[in-house]
């Protein structure tokens, strides 16, 4: 037989992934860096930096923030779970999560918008 | 013309009839259908339950893939087509009869009765407000359906893992101030392979217990206290007598 | 009575306390690097927003010492989150290389540090090859 497939282990396989996206996105950040800063400094790193800031790498920084924000969210509710919080009112832990994490994302594309708009 | 479903039973036999027309009233329970199948259409189908209320924990099984009590679930609602199955994880031993001994050997792992205080007075009188019993209450109840072990896919991953059932019994145990035994315990729960550090607060067993319990808190609490017992050691636990918690009371 | 009294509380204080560490301190730098991502997206982007990354910036940033210590710290608990994630990952699907993943996480772990501190280090004095 299958494993059940319930809302709370959705949740945490979708936890696991973002996390190994995550984690595989620092040391591309890491090679990035240091391929960039070691061999020639500040002028390769203003260049690079130009790069990274045209749109489709900010549609990548886009992504890279969902996940951080879904892996960030989810994980604090499971600390409080671990706390002893929402388990009895697990729906209201999810809700609420969600919430938190639209206004978060809110907030950030506030903050974008100047990117977009320049 | 009465109504009739269709019933389709994972069998162990594989030329066993799967397939049976049952019919259904607004009353009949998945239970009823079994009965049913076995007295009028299917004699050799075998299937586990005795007290028909929701009490003895004998009669779980897979309705329509989630872990259900067959005398509890409403076939009516269910739709055209139900589809039964044994139990998750467990080893079957006939059509939807499952052996339990994995269930209850993680029962016995934490050796799920009270070994009681010498200095314990009986009856210990816990008075209302002293939280003593309602911490406990949470717990109670549990009929060992192994509904939560089928149900839990950590079990599925690390079969070690003591599951839901088990801990929730420690739990209530080592929260009880009558037992001398919280010590060994929580050295069998905190264990790193088969202990609570496992469980990923997916709470599919508080999803499917039939009787409201919730052994994720259990396990979050046995966690909160190894957390503690490690880094503050072992405080004594008050010694409950009657003159003690009359004191408290007063 | 002799029975009874070895399994009190008092008398099993000599027990082994068991703790598992990873899963603790897999809790507590999640907590931390909630702040402590949160600090480093804001104070990369969102300080003047709608301007580019420039080193001059960063340079400015990273001498002061307590963005010293908050990027060290977030190279620590990034890493360490990361990879005893991966670890747990690998040790529930294949239970007999938990070891081998344990120790490969440690390795791993250690050079990751020490390859993010001489990124690190470029900012906070002269790297060594670096004319600037
Ligand atoms: S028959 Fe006893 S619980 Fe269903």
Redesign the pocket.
Known sequence: MRHRVTVGSRVFTFHRITGLLILGYLYLHLALLSSVLLPQGPRDFNAVAQVVERPPFLAGDLLLFALLLYHAVNGLRLVLVDLGWFIRRRTIGLIGAGAVGLVVLGLMAGALWPFVVR | MAKTVTVVIDRSDAGAQRRFEVPVGRRETV?DALFYIQNDLDPTLSF?????????????ILVNGGER????TALEPLGPVVELAPLRYFPRVKDLVVDFSAFYSRYRAVAPYLKPRPAVVDPVVAPPGSGLREEIDLGLEC?S?GLCLSACDVVGQVPEFLGPAALNRAYNLVADVRDAADAERLEVVGDRRRGVWQCHSHMSCVEVC?KGLAPTRAIAHLRRKLVAQAFFGRRPRPVPSQQRFAEGAR | MATAERHSSSESAGRPRPLSWSWLLQRLSGVLLILLVGGHLWAEHFQQPGQLIQYQGVLARLQQGLFQVLDLGLLVAVVFHGLNGLVNVVSERWPALSRAAGLLGLVVGTATVLWGADILWVFWYRHPFLEL
């Open positions: 239970l586990r339950c005795a007290c028909r209320v929701g009490m003895c924990g004998s009669c779980g009590l067959a005398c509890r009929i359906c039939p």
